[in-house]
C-alpha cells in the first residue's frame, strides 16, 4: 500500500481526470448494462403473464 | 358528370385506341372491358390526370380536369394496380396514414371498423410484408369502406382475392353507386355487382 | 396546409423509426467513411488536420446521397406517390414534408455527431463549432437540392447511381462553402461571409426545390 | 388459441437451459465481484508508481482487459454462430445475439479507456494506428451484426444471417492480433515495462489477469441474463414458459 | 458449369448494357467523388500528392459499395432470384457468375479509369502502375466480399445503407494494402509485398465468398 | 411420386397449418383452396424448397426433398406470385435468358414459337416495362409452352390474364397432365382444366 493519503489516491499522481474517467465509465457501463437488462426481463414478463391472461380470458369465454 | 370525348392514346409508336368518348353520370359504373394490353390501364389514368390525353378532353361536371385540378382530386378515388401500402406498417398505420394524407383523416375506430370489414380482424397489428397477396389488397381496398368521394377510378380491384372478398368488394360499389356515386372499373373476371346502373365499354374491339 | 406537411412529416419519420436500421446506418456510414480516409492516407495528425473539413463534409455528402434513392423511391414501387400526386393538396407542401422528414433522419444526426468525429481529426474548438454550424445550415439544402434529384431517377434502374451523378454536381457549391466556413475558421479568418452564403443557399432551395421536385415527380409517374 | 400454440418440445434444450442459467448467474457474478476486487486492489493499492507515465498508467488495470475480452467475445460469438448454423440448435443463435452487445461494449470501453490513456501519453485522444484502428472496426462488425439482427424480424432468418456474418468477421480477429507488424505503430511503444523489474511486473500482471477474470466473469453473467430474455421472448408460446410463468404468479 | 457460368455473365452484362446508366453513372461517381477532394480540400499539390492513394482507393471502395444493392436486388424484387435458386444447378457458380459481372461493369472501369484521376493528382509513372496493378488485385475482392453483404441485406428496406455498413469493415484490409501498395511505390519502396496480401485476399475471397453469399441468399428468400 | 406427410407452417406465433398430407402421381393436378392468407402460398413454397417445414417431410419418388437438392429441382418448375422477368429485356430475351439458367436452352425459333402462342406476337421486341400487367403475365407463362419437367408448381397462375389466355394456359396445363405430368396450383378463379385428373385440397377449413 503506497498511497498516502485518500486524497493522494484520487489525485493518482495528476492523472485523476484520465484514470478516473476510465475507470468510472467502466464503472457506470457495467452498472447500466446488468440493469438494462433486469428491467427488459421485468417488462417481457409482465407483458407476457398478461398476454397468457388475455388469451386463457378469451378461451373461456368461447367455451361458455 | 364525367365525360371523355375522342380520347387517343398512343404509347411508344403504337396507337392504342382512339376516338373513345362516354359520358357517365351518378349511380353508373362504366366497366372497361378489353384484352390484354387493349389500353384499360392507360385509360383510366388519363381519367385520373396522371397521364395526358394525345387528343380529345376529359371534362368533369362540364370542366375540362386540367383546369380543376385540385378540385377534380378532391372527389377522386384511385386504386391503380399497385395496393399503394407501406410494407413497414400495420394495416391499421396504413390507412390512417393514406386518409390524412388524403385530406380526409378517419378516426382509429372508423378504420378498425374498415378493417374488420374486409376481414383482417387479428391482422390490424401485423407489419403488411408479412401479409398474403391477397390480404395486402384487401388492406388497400379497405380504403373504400368509408370512402365517400364522388367518383371512384378502380383499376382490376378484384385481382388476388378471394371469392368471399370479391363479393364484399362488388357490394361496396354498389352501394357506391347507389349512393349516386360514380365508378369506372377494369376487371377480367365474371363479377355482378348487386346495384346501379351498370355500362360497359369495350377497348379495341 | 400545414397539417398536410405534418401529416407527412409524421409518416415519414415513422416509417424511419420501423426501420431504424435506416437511421442508424447513415450515421454509421458516415463515420466509417470518415474513418477510412485516415486509413488510406496514413496516420500524420498535421496533414490529417488539414484534410479534416473536406472530409468531413465529402463525408456528409455521400451520406445524405446515400440516403436519396429511398427518399420517393418506396413510394413509387408500391404505388403511394400516385395517391399523393392524386390527394387534393398542393404537391409542392408534401414534397416539403418528405424533405423536412428527410433531413430530420439523415441531416440532422449527421450534424450531432460531427463535433465527435471532429475531434478524432485533431481540429480545434472554434472548427468543431463552426462545423457543427455550418453542417445545421448545409445539410437541409442537401436534402432539398438532393430531392430533385431523386424525383427525376425515379423508376430509372441503376437510379442509385444515377442520382448522386445528377445531384453531386449541385451539391459542389455547398461543399465549398461548409468547408472553407471551416477552413476559415480553423486558420482564424472570418467565416461569417460563408456561413451566410451557405443561409442563402438553403433559402434558395427551400424555395425553388418543392416547385422542381414537384414537377419532376409528375414527371415520372406519367 | 390451439393456432398459436407450437409445440416446441423437440428442442428441449431452452426449456432445461433456462432455469440452468438462472442458477449459474449469482455465481458468475459473486466471481467476478470476487476478482475484480482482489485485482483493483492488487492494481490500485499493491503496484507501485511507475517510473515513466506516474500514476497514469493505472488506466492499463482495465484497458488491457477490455481489449482482451473485446476480440475474446468475438470468437465466442462467432462459434455460437458456427454451431447453429451446422446443427440447427436454435440456442446457439441465441447465445450469439446475447453476446454481441457485451462485446461491443467491451471494444468501446478498449477505445475510450485508450484514448483517456492516449491523451497524457502521447498528446492526442486518438491516432490512426494500426492497432487502435482495427480495435475501431471490431466495434463496427459488432455494431453490422446487431443492425442486421435488429433489421430481420424472423428470429430464425435473423440467427442465420448473422451467423453468416459473424463467420465471415471472424477474419478480422487475426488482423487486429497482428495489425501491429503491417505499420510502423505508436501502440506498441511499450511505455509499461514489464521487464524493468520482476516484481512489479509479477504484481501488474497478476491485477491484469485477475480484472481480465472478472470481465470474463462479468461477461458470462450478462450475456446470461440476455439469452435468458431472449429466449422467453421467442419462446413465449412454448408450454414451459407458460408453465414457468403460472408458476411465478402463484 | 461453365456454360452456367457464362451464360449468368452474359445476362447481367447484357443487362447493364442495356441500363447504361448504371455502367456510366459508376464510373462518374468515381471521378466526381475523387474531383471533389481537392475542392474540399484546396489545391496545395504536395499535399494532393500524399492523399492521393488513399483518395483514389476510398474512391473506389465507395463507388463499387453504391453498385452494391443492385447486385441481387433487382433479382430478389422480380422474382428470378427465386428462379435461380431453384434451378438444377450449383447456387454458388451462379453466383460466382453475378460477382464476374459486377466487377466487369464496376471494378473493371474504375481500373481503367484510375490511371488517368492519378494524374490530376501528379502521382509518379511508377505510382500510377501500381496504382493500376492493386487496383485490378483488389477490385475483384470487393465485389466477392460485396457480394456477401449484398446477399444478407435482401430485402431488407434501408439495405443499401445496411449494406455499407456490414461490408465497408470487411473491405478495409484491402483498401489498406492498396493504398499502402501505391504509397510504398510512390516513396520508392518495394510494392510487392503489398500486392501479393492482395492477391492472397483475392484468392481467398473468391474461394470463400461465393459458399457464404449462396448461404447467405438461401436465408434471404426463406 | 410426389408426397406430403404432417406438413406444419408456423409464421411468425401464427400456426398456419399442421398435419397436411397428400400424395400427387402422375397425369394428376391438385388444385389448393383456401381464402386469403389460409397458407396457399407458404405450402407452394414449402414444396419447391424454398421454405422448410417446421415439422414433417416432403419426398419425391421416395426420397426427401432436401436431400435430393438438385435432382429434384430438375425436375421442376415452378412459377410465383411474381413474374421473375426483367422488364429491361425484352420477351424473346428474358424467354432465352430464363431458358439458359435453368439449363434448358431454347432456340430462338422455340422462343418465338412461345411467345407467339401467348398471343404476344408483334411484342417480342418491345421493354418489357412497357408491357400491360397481362403481358407481362402472359410473358412469364410463355416458359410453359416448351416446359418438359415433370412437375409444376404454378402460384395463381390466371392472375391479371384475359379470358382467351385464361383458357389458353389451362389447356398447357392440361396438355402436361396428359403427358403424364404433375401439378400443384392455386387459383381464386373458377378454372377448367380440359385434361388429367384433377384433385382439391382444401386449407384451413
Ligand atoms: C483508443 C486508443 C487505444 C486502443 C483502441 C487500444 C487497443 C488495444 C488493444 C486492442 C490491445 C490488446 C492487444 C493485445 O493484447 O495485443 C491493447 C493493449 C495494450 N495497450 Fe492499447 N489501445 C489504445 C491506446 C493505448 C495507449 C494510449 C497506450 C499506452 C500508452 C496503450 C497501451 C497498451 C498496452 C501496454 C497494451 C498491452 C500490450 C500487450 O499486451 O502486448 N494503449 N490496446
Ligand atoms: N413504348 C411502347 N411501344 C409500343 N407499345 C407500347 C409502349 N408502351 C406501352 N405499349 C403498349 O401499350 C399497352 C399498354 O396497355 P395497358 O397497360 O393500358 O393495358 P391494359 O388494357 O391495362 O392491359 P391488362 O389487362 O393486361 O392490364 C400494351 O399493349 C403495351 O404493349
Ligand atoms: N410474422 C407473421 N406473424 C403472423 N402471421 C404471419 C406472419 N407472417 C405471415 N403471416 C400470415 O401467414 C399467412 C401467409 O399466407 P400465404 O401468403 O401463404 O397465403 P395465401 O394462402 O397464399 O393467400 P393469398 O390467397 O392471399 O395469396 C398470412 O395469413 C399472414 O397473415
Ligand atoms: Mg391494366
Ligand atoms: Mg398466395
Not at chain 2, 69 to 82: Q, T
Not at chain 3, 72 to 85: A, N, W
Not at chain 4, 76 to 94: D, E, I, K, P, Q
Not at chain 4, 129 to 134: E, G, I, K, Q
Amino acid at each position: 500500500m503506497h498511497w498516502n493519503s485518500a486524497s493522494e489516491f484520487f489525485a493518482m499522481g495528476g492523472y485523476a481526470f484520465y484514470v478516473w474517467g476510465s475507470f468510472g465509465v467502466t464503472a457506470l457501463i457495467m452498472a447500466v448494462e446488468p440493469i438494462i437488462v433486469a428491467r427488459r426481463r421485468k417488462n417481457l414478463l409482465s407483458r407476457l403473464k398478461r398476454q397468457i391472461t388475455a388469451e386463457n380470458l378469451a378461451q373461456r369465454s368461447e367455451e361458455s | 358528370m364525367l365525360e371523355a370525348s375522342q380520347l387517343e392514346c398512343v404509347r411508344g409508336d403504337r396507337r392504342l385506341f382512339a376516338g373513345v368518348s362516354f359520358r357517365l353520370e351518378g349511380g353508373e359504373l362504366l366497366n372497361l372491358q378489353g384484352k390484354n394490353g387493349a389500353g384499360k390501364t392507360s385509360l383510366l389514368r388519363m381519367l385520373v390526370g396522371l397521364a395526358q390525353p394525345v387528343a380529345g378532353e376529359i371534362t368533369w361536371r362540364g370542366e375540362p380536369i386540367r383546369k380543376l385540378a385540385e378540385d377534380y382530386r378532391a372527389e377522386l378515388c384511385y386504386m391503380g394496380h399497385h395496393n399503394a401500402i407501406k410494407e413497414e406498417l400495420t394495416p391499421l398505420e396504413n390507412l390512417l396514414a393514406s386518409a390524412r394524407l388524403a385530406g380526409e383523416p378517419l378516426s382509429e375506430e372508423q378504420a378498425l371498423e374498415a378493417l374488420y370489414a374486409v376481414g383482417l380482424a387479428g391482422r390490424e397489428d401485423l407489419q403488411a410484408k408479412y401479409l398474403s397477396q391477397g390480404q395486402k389488397r384487401r388492406v388497400a381496398l379497405a380504403r373504400l369502406i368509408h370512402e365517400r368521394r364522388a367518383l371512384w377510378v378502380l383499376d382490376e380491384p378484384f385481382v388476388a382475392l378471394d371469392v368471399a372478398a370479391v363479393d364484399m368488394v362488388a357490394g361496396l360499389i354498389g352501394a357506391h353507386l347507389q349512393r349516386g356515386g360514380l365508378a369506372v372499373m377494369t376487371t377480367h373476371q365474371a363479377v355482378t355487382i348487386p346495384a346501379g346502373n351498370l355500362r360497359e365499354y369495350r377497348l379495341g374491339a | 396546409m400545414l397539417d398536410l406537411l405534418f401529416a407527412v412529416i409524421a409518416r415519414d419519420l415513422k416509417l424511419a423509426l420501423r426501420r431504424q436500421a435506416d437511421l442508424v446506418s447513415a450515421l454509421f456510414f458516415f463515420i466509417i467513411v470518415v474513418s477510412l480516409f485516415p486509413l488510406g492516407v496514413g496516420p500524420e495528425m498535421d496533414m490529417l488536420r488539414k484534410m479534416a473539413p473536406g472530409v468531413l463534409w465529402v463525408a456528409a455528402l455521400l451520406a445524405t446521397m446515400l440516403t436519396l434513392p429511398r427518399l420517393f423511391g418506396d413510394d413509387y414501387r408500391d404505388g403511394t406517390l400516385e395517391q399523393l400526386v392524386l390527394a387534393p393538396q398542393p404537391l409542392p407542401v408534401t414534397v416539403l414534408g418528405k424533405m423536412a422528414a428527410h433531413w430530420l433522419t439523415s441531416g440532422l444526426p449527421l450534424t450531432l455527431l460531427a463535433p465527435v468525429l471532429g475531434l478524432q481529426f485533431d481540429l480545434s474548438a472554434d472548427g468543431l463549432l463552426v462545423l457543427t454550424l455550418a453542417l445545421l445550415v448545409g445539410t437541409p439544402s442537401l436534402s432539398a437540392i438532393g430531392a430533385i434529384g431523386a424525383a427525376l431517377t425515379l423508376g430509372l434502374r441503376g437510379g442509385g447511381v444515377l442520382v448522386s451523378l445528377l445531384v453531386l454536381p449541385l451539391y459542389i457549391p455547398v461543399l465549398i462553402f461548409g468547408a472553407g466556413a471551416v477552413d476559415a475558421a480553423v486558420s482564424g479568418l472570418g467565416f461569417e461571409a460563408h456561413l451566410s452564403l451557405l443561409g442563402a443557399l438553403l433559402a434558395g432551395s427551400l424555395f425553388f426545390a418543392p416547385w422542381a421536385t414537384a414537377a419532376a415527380l409528375k414527371i415520372s409517374l406519367e | 388459441m390451439n393456432n398459436r400454440l407450437i409445440n416446441w418440445f423437440k428442442f428441449a434444450s431452452p426449456a432445461t437451459f433456462y432455469p440452468l442459467a438462472g442458477k449459474m448467474i449469482p455465481w458468475f457474478v459473486a466471481l467476478s465481484v470476487v476478482f475484480g476486487a482482489a485485482g483493483l486492489y492488487l492494481g490500485m493499492f499493491v503496484a507501485p508508481t511507475d517510473f515513466q507515465q506516474g500514476e497514469g498508467y493505472r488506466i492499463i488495470f482495465i484497458h488491457v482487459p477490455a481489449s482482451w475480452m473485446s476480440m475474446f467475445i468475438y470468437l465466442v460469438m462467432a462459434f455460437w454462430a458456427a454451431l447453429g448454423l451446422a446443427f440447427n440448435t436454435r440456442l446457439s443463435g441465441m447465445m450469439a445475439t446475447a453476446l454481441a452487445p457485451t462485446g461491443a461494449l467491451m471494444a468501446f470501453l478498449s477505445l475510450w479507456t485508450g484514448a483517456l490513456w492516449g491523451k497524457p501519453m502521447w498528446g492526442t485522444w486518438w491516432v490512426w494506428d494500426a492497432r487502435l484502428t482495427s480495435e475501431l472496426i471490431l466495434l463496427f462488425l459488432y455494431i453490422g451484426f446487431i443492425a442486421l439482427q435488429s433489421a430481420i424480424d424472423d428470429p430464425r432468418r435473423a440467427d442465420k444471417a448473422g451467423a453468416v456474418l459473424a463467420l465471415v468477421g471472424v477474419v478480422n480477429i487475426p488482423i487486429i492480433y497482428f495489425s501491429v507488424k503491417w505499420w510502423n505503430t505508436l501502440h506498441q511503444g511499450a511505455s509499461v515495462s514489464l521487464t524493468k523489474s520482476p516484481s512489479m511486473a509479477a504484481t501488474m500482471l497478476w491485477a491484469m489477469l485477475l480484472v481480465a477474470l472478472c470481465f470474463w466473469m462479468y461477461s458470462i453473467a450478462v450475456a446470461l441474463g440476455r439469452a435468458r430474455n431472449i429466449m422467453l421472448e421467442r419462446e413465449r408460446h412454448t408450454e414451459w414458459v407458460r408453465q414457468l410463468l403460472a408458476g411465478k404468479e402463484s
